[in-house]
């Protein structure tokens, strides 16, 4: 491993996302998860895309590490539909982003989504238990607790990351997850 950054990047900043109406995102954001609108910025600038000045909004939600969720609106619908996938995965799941809250912080989440009459769905994978939800625009939120044991399960998977990733690569595709609670058909 020599050819790591001599310092990691130290959080997130913030992670950006396009939405069609952002009060319908301030909405689902603040009032039902309850993560506040701390900046909105009002900006045009020059597109190149579209040949022409393009206004947008750019919103951010704090966390609690500084970081923030982004999202951008455009008052151009061409410039919209431009960052829209054209056709979106069949299995969404996969794309997501997840955030590290404590038990009674995913308690009054999940409280808060089931009072809203939102869809969610809550999984234990073993080493943490995430409930999920999507926003208005189909942004798949994630919000997981570790288990009491997380520092123990972190240091097993970091001495073996690169031998069961090269495991992996080399066809050997047993689970190597133990704590995770299977179903079986």
Same mark, same amino acid.
């Given at each position: +491993?020599?050819?790591?950054?001599?310092?990691?990047?130290?959080?997130?900043?913030?992670?950006?996302?396009? !939405?069609?109406?952002?009060?319908?995102?301030?909405?689902?954001?603040?009032?039902?998860? $309850?993560? #506040?609108?701390?900046?909105?910025?009002?900006?045009?600038?020059?597109?190149?895309? !579209?040949?022409?000045? !393009?206004?947008?909004?750019?919103?951010?939600?704090?966390?609690?590490? $500084? $970081?923030?969720?982004?999202?951008?609106?455009?008052?151009?619908?061409? !410039?919209?539909?431009?960052?829209?996938?054209?056709?979106?995965?069949?299995?969404?799941?996969?794309?997501?982003?997840?955030?590290?809250?404590?038990?009674?912080?995913?308690?009054?989440?999940?409280?808060?989504?089931?009072?809203?009459?939102?869809?969610?769905?809550?999984?234990?994978?073993?080493?943490?238990?995430? +409930?999920?939800?999507?926003?208005?625009? $189909?942004?798949? +939120?994630?919000?997981?607790?570790?288990? #009491?044991h997380a520092n123990q399960i972190d240091a097993i998977r970091r001495a073996d990351a690169h031998s069961e990733l090269k495991r992996w690569m080399a066809g050997d595709h047993r689970v190597n997850n133990d704590l995770r609670i299977r179903e079986t058909a």
């Amino acid at each position: +491993m020599t050819n790591l950054l001599s310092r990691a990047p130290e959080r997130l900043h913030h992670h950006a996302y396009v !939405v069609k109406d952002q009060e319908k995102n301030r909405q689902f954001f603040e009032d039902v998860l $309850g993560i #506040p609108l701390t900046a909105t910025w009002c900006e045009s600038h020059y597109n190149a895309w !579209v040949g022409r000045e !393009v206004s947008f909004c750019h919103t951010f939600y704090s966390l609690g590490d $500084g $970081g923030a969720l982004a999202f951008f609106a455009f008052a151009d619908d061409e !410039v919209f539909q431009k960052t829209q996938a054209a056709q979106p995965a069949e299995i969404r799941s996969f794309d997501h982003i997840s955030f590290k809250v404590d038990e009674a912080t995913f308690g009054e989440l999940t409280g808060r989504v089931e009072a809203a009459g939102l869809k969610l769905r809550v999984t234990d994978h073993g080493y943490c238990k995430s +409930m999920y939800c999507e926003s208005p625009d $189909g942004l798949i +939120m994630e919000f997981t607790v570790d288990p #009491p044991h997380a520092n123990q399960i972190d240091a097993i998977r970091r001495a073996d990351a690169h031998s069961e990733l090269k495991r992996w690569m080399a066809g050997d595709h047993r689970v190597n997850n133990d704590l995770r609670i299977r179903e079986t058909a």
